[in-house]
């Protein structure tokens, strides 16, 4: 069973660095075509993509966050760290982690998701 | 950037009838599209992936169809856990880009 899970704080202060955390297992980060990406939502709106790393360190960003954006992965621990710079109360959302399959056919869709971390930026 | 353009916003379903939602791609995404179905409080869950096939587990009453530009996502004999938010996704170029959403809800 493939499973992930985010976690990391759920308040921060506007211009902090938020650093999330998305622990999986069911499946290695080492095998070739998996990938693991970073989306979020602010509430009661429509999903952005974030992020995503590949198996073999390959990493894509969203362009317009980019800058703001790094994303690590520790194969051993079986996590993919997001860390994203300067918040502002705007980046309030639910951030989710998901799978990127390494099956034909998937290419850059997301099966399965993790439930999904609330963070709220205010000072 | 490729914009994803769904419609309707809401669209409104007594159970037992069918129900399409549309996607609309800014540009051709071939038939890299994916569909997501999302329940208040929870993740999205990946129902439709290459435009038209049905992810492990989906019911056969979920269908999807279109290329290029122009995408439908039908679901035949609305059950009372089909009213959702569903959002279609392009998997074809960077940056990754969903759309708006379509909230069905029951009539």
New interface residues.
Partial sequence: QITLKESGPTLVKPTQTLTLTCTFSGFSLTSSGVGV?W?RQPPGK????LA?IFWDNDK?????LQSRLTITKDTSKNQVLLTMTNMDPVDTATY?C?LRPGKS????????????TLVTVSS | EIVMTQFPATLSVSPGESAVLSCRASQSVENYLVWYQQKPGQAPRLLIYGASTRATGIPARFSGSGSGTEFTLTISSLQPEDFAVYFCQQNNDWPLTFGQGTKLEIK
């Fill in positions: 990406g989306i429509a999903l952005e993509w995503l894509w960003y969203s362009p317009s989710f998901a056919g998937y290419k850059n869709s997301f099966d399965p998701w993790g439930p999904g």
